[in-house]
């Protein structure tokens, strides 16, 4: 492999890049009509435009990647995550032109990518599965007959949906039906499939996923688990490794599980094991993610591996030569996405210009970032700037370093997450580990009416001095 077109932009695009750099292998970068003076530009040997603004017209085209890399001579291209990465389509048309999809081969993806399939082709690998259906719902009164057997509140979900599009809660038997005929023709504008499904609702779970690695000689080893759960509307904001609510024999299962869902697709590389874990340590897969992911950093700490050079080299046929039982977690790592948001306005995109933007430095902190001082912020992309990443020996050190790295990360001209990442890693429930999916729900959210109250108290307390004073004055008046 001497030449590597990177198909992204921003953080990951640079992040790519430099792995490819330190293996001697050129990079070309492609870009959008608004990025021609973005910084992943810079940092490739050779960059091209590839169209205006807009994803679908730019970083969405395929056929114009592929285009390019024939015109550059590139042996391989790396989607990064997001935009083609788990498009079987796109892998499908690299595969075709003799250009190396970095990822897995497009069979896998596709099936990767309809929940249902999914579920089939795990079949007979032994992974434990939440109750539910496996087959699309046809029959309405019957999928009512499962559902009042599984036990209400129930969670109807999109077989082509996936990172919690397309999932409807049915509190009770009641609602079933036109909850069904509302998930069904969602579903159908959606994602052109109107299959849906059902499952048990698991009420306060974890997110946990497993990093797994597959080279083509039929050697799939795990990195351990990533906590997700402090999210958003099923955006992730914090994400950790290792997770405090796993044992030694809880990640051995996990993982092995994990392996066994990489085994029953034939997956090749980088790829993401979803899993919920109930109140008693339960757990239940949800579904693969085919790429390689946003906070894949915190899983190169701990394991002590650079993910982008296993990805590059099992791809060019590489055997991976790690051994399960030569891999041990050393220490915590956490990440903060620092998006430009509003976190007091409801998350809203907070777009403008980078006034003033300097990042902090130091031993066990990483920057993965994609912006620089003076540019202005995109509309048509993903607001994220940058991901903060710090390690310790232990959890509370990862932590204490994160609240200072935030310090001293200086941003002036837009609103970011930074301070509500302050929020989470000074949070009691967030220390003692004692948290679920629903954390920024049941404790931001509360936050933020306790400052309400708090702003209604401070002006009863104004009015009352007001009264008080008037009364003085009252009381004067007659001396
Ligand atoms: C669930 C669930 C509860 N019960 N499935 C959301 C994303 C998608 N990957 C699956 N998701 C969920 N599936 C059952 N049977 C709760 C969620 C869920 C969730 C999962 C992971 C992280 C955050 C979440 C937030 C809300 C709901």
């Not at 603004?53 to 590139?74: C, Q």
């Not at 609602?175 to 069904?184: G, K, L, N, V, W």
């Not at 094991?273 to 897969?285: I, K, P, S």
């Not at 970011?416 to 004692?434: C, I, K, M, Q, W």
């Amino acid at each position: 492999m001497k030449k590597l077109l990177v198909a992204n932009r921003g953080e990951i695009a640079i992040r790519v890049m430099r792995t490819a750099k330190k293996m001697g292998i050129k990079t070309v970068a492609v870009f959008s009509e608004a990025d021609r003076n973005s910084p992943h530009v810079k940092h490739a040997d050779q960059a091209v435009c590839i169209g205006p603004a807009p994803s679908n017209e730019s970083y969405l085209r395929g056929d114009k990647i592929i285009e390019v890399s024939k015109e550059l001579n590139v042996d391989a291209i790396h989607p990064g995550y997001g935009f083609l990465s788990e498009n079987a389509d796109f892998a499908e048309l690299c595969e075709a032109n003799n250009i190396l999809f970095i990822g897995p081969r497009s069979k896998a993806i596709r099936v990767m990518g309809s929940k249902l399939a999914a579920k089939e082709t795990v079949k007979g690998y032994n992974i434990p599965m939440v109750p539910g259906t496996d087959e699309a719902i046809t029959d309405i009164p019957e999928a009512k007959k499962i559902a009042k057997g599984i036990g209400f509140p129930i969670l109807i979900k999109a077989s082509a949906g996936g990172g919690g599009k397309g999932m409807r809660i049915v509190e009770n038997e009641a609602e079933f039906e036109s909850q069904m005929d509302r998930a069904i023709s969602e579903a159908k504008n959606a994602f052109g499939d109107g299959s849906v499904f059902i499952e048990k609702y698991v009420a306060s779970p974890r997110h946990i996923e497993i990093q797994i690695m597959a080279d083509m000689h039929g050697h799939v080893i795990h990195l351990f688990e990533r906590e997700c759960s402090i999210q958003r509307r099923h955006q992730k904001v914090v994400e950790e490794a290792p997770s405090v609510a796993l044992t030694p024999e809880l990640r051995e299962k996990m993982g092995q599980a994990a392996i066994n869902v990489a085994r029953s697709c034939d997956y090749i590389g980088a790829g993401t094991v979803e899993f919920l874990l109930d109140e008693n340590l339960n757990f239940y897969f949800l579904e693969m993610n085919t790429r390689l992911q946003v906070e894949h950093p915190v899983s190169e700490w701990i394991a002590g591996v650079d993910l982008v050079e296993l990805q590059i080299k099992v791809a060019r046929g590489e055997k991976l030569d790690l051994k399960q039982e030569d891999l041990k977690i050393n220490g915590h790592a956490l990440e903060l996405r620092v998006y430009a948001e509003d976190p007091m306005n409801d998350f809203l995109p907070s777009v403008g210009n980078l006034e003033v933007y300097t990042l902090p430095e130091g031993e066990n902190i990483r920057v993965d970032n994609g912006f620089e001082q003076g540019m202005d912020i995109p509309i048509y992309y993903d607001p994220m700037l940058s991901k903060l990443i710090t390690y310790g020996k232990t959890r509370e050190e990862a932590i204490e370093l994160m609240i200072k790295a935030i310090d001293n990360y200086h941003i002036k001209g837009v609103e970011t997450t930074l301070p509500f990442g302050r929020f989470v890693f000074e949070h009691e429930a967030f220390r003692s580990g004692n948290f679920d999916t629903h954390f920024v729900k049941k404790h931001f959210s509360q936050s933020l009416l306790e400052d309400q109250e708090m702003l209604e108290a401070e002006i009863a307390a104004k009015i009352a001095l007001k009264h008080f004073l008037m009364e003085q004055k009252l009381l004067k008046v007659p001396n």
